[in-house]
């Protein structure tokens, strides 16, 4: 059993290691170990790409072998069709974090970015093209809220 059972083993969030306290909703405040592990199924390697939380239910299933559509935001970490990106909602604000910036926004708006280690400047373009990212989620969430789409609808 052990070689063929998946073990996912993941945190809740961040401890404030580096900063005496102080929180700026950053990529910083979310980052957390994620490990799949599977000894039959599973090589060992590690992952550049950015996912988050909501990225295990569907890598579960995939991993499962699960053939029935199913509702999630998140999408497995084996795919490389996949969000390139992790979106959060803090308050009235959204953050979204990619693999070359991130950004917070209003939805409609770019507050701040900075590149994912915490630097202050944001590389060339990381609004132009991060944004509209953050916008289709958002537009995918609200869709899904309105259409009351994010609800199980088993045989």
Same mark, same amino acid.
């Given at each position: 059993?052990?070689?063929?059972?998946?073990?996912?083993?993941?945190?809740?969030?961040?401890?404030?290691?580096?900063?005496? /306290?102080e &929180?700026? /909703?950053?990529?910083?405040?979310?980052?957390?170990?994620?490990? !799949? !592990?599977m000894p039959?199924?599973?090589?060992?390697?590690?992952? /550049?790409?950015?996912?988050?939380?909501?990225?295990?239910?569907? &890598?579960?299933?995939?991993?499962? /072998? !699960?053939? *029935?559509?199913?509702?999630?935001?998140g999408?497995?970490?084996?795919?490389?069709?996949?969000?390139?990106?992790?979106?959060? *909602?803090?308050?009235s604000?959204?953050?979204?974090?990619?693999?070359?910036?991130?950004l917070?926004?209003?939805?409609?708006?770019?507050?701040?970015?900075?590149?994912?280690?915490?630097?202050?400047?944001?590389?060339?373009?990381?609004?132009?093209?991060?944004?509209?990212?953050?916008?289709?989620?958002?537009?995918? !969430?609200?869709?899904?809220?309105?259409?009351?789409?994010?609800?199980? *609808?088993?045989?």
């Amino acid at each position: 059993w052990f070689a063929n059972t998946l073990f996912v083993i993941t945190a809740d969030h961040t401890a404030d290691l580096l900063r005496n /306290g102080e &929180t700026n /909703g950053s990529a910083f405040d979310h980052w957390i170990p994620l490990l !799949y !592990y599977m000894p039959a199924r599973i090589a060992p390697q590690r992952e /550049g790409r950015i996912t988050q939380q909501i990225d295990i239910l569907p &890598t579960v299933l995939d991993m499962a /072998g !699960y053939p *029935k559509p199913f509702f999630a935001f998140g999408s497995s970490v084996l795919r490389s069709e996949r969000m390139p990106a992790a979106v959060c *909602k803090s308050g009235s604000t959204w953050l979204l974090i990619a693999d070359s910036c991130q950004l917070q926004s209003d939805g409609e708006r770019v507050l701040w970015s900075a590149s994912p280690q915490g630097g202050a400047t944001p590389p060339d373009g990381c609004t132009a093209n991060a944004l509209p990212v953050l916008q289709a989620a958002v537009q995918q !969430y609200n869709n899904a809220l309105i259409h009351h789409q994010m609800t199980w *609808k088993g045989q």
